[in-house]
């Protein structure tokens, strides 16, 4: 048993794979050991929630969202029914790679999860309906410190694979400001 962890593009943001163990009666697997992502040496806070997301249909669009300082949090996000597109968007101004992406299918057949440090934005898209992930947390939700940036932002430029007609988003991530005019405080 073990957890594979893989670097990305963006420093800080890991694809974390869990081993399972199959057998006739189903699988077992360990989905978070604190232990390994140290001995990778992954600087992790105390993680202090967990919550969970439903989405009832295909194409569900979240994001991209963030938590300014004194409370911005890191995340490991997994899907646990269905399929979703995940994405980190690295939204710190001094970074090489100020701006770029991560996006990772994250499903409840290949158990891949993402790793999302507190220096990056997050969003999702579902693949199909009736799709349930998990959040992982090591900061509360402060709404004073509530952020986000337009899922459509051409200085993001994340290539959503749903057409934008198709998207079911709320009104608050449709008026999301363009990452030139949103308030970011990550540093």
């Excluded at 869990?18 to 140290?38: I, K, M, Q, W």
């Excluded at 402060?142 to 200085?155: A, M, Q, T």
Aim: net charge negative.
């Amino acid at each position: 048993m073990g957890i594979k962890i893989t670097k990305t593009i963006i420093e800080g943001v890991y694809i974390i794979e869990p081993d399972y163990y199959c057998d006739n009666r189903g699988y077992y697997a360990e989905v978070f050991s604190e232990r390994t992502l140290r001995s990778e040496n992954i600087i992790l806070k105390h993680f202090v929630q967990d919550s969970h997301s439903y989405n009832k249909q295909k194409g569900t669009i979240r994001g991209i969202h963030f938590q300014n300082k004194p409370h911005n949090q890191t995340k490991i996000v997994r899907c646990i029914r269905g399929s979703m597109l995940d994405c980190a968007v690295d939204l710190r101004k001094n970074s090489p790679t100020y701006l770029k992406s991560v996006v990772v299918e994250l499903s409840e057949t290949n158990h891949k999860q993402l790793l999302i440090p507190n220096y990056c934005g997050h969003g999702y898209v579902t693949l199909e309906d009736d799709v349930e992930m998990m959040y992982k947390l090591d900061d509360f939700w402060h709404p004073e410190c509530e952020g986000s940036v337009n899922l459509f932002d051409k200085d993001i430029d994340i290539n959503w694979p749903i057409p934008t007609d198709k998207l079911i988003y709320n009104e608050k991530d449709k008026k999301a400001p363009l990452v030139k005019d949103a308030n970011i405080d990550l540093e």
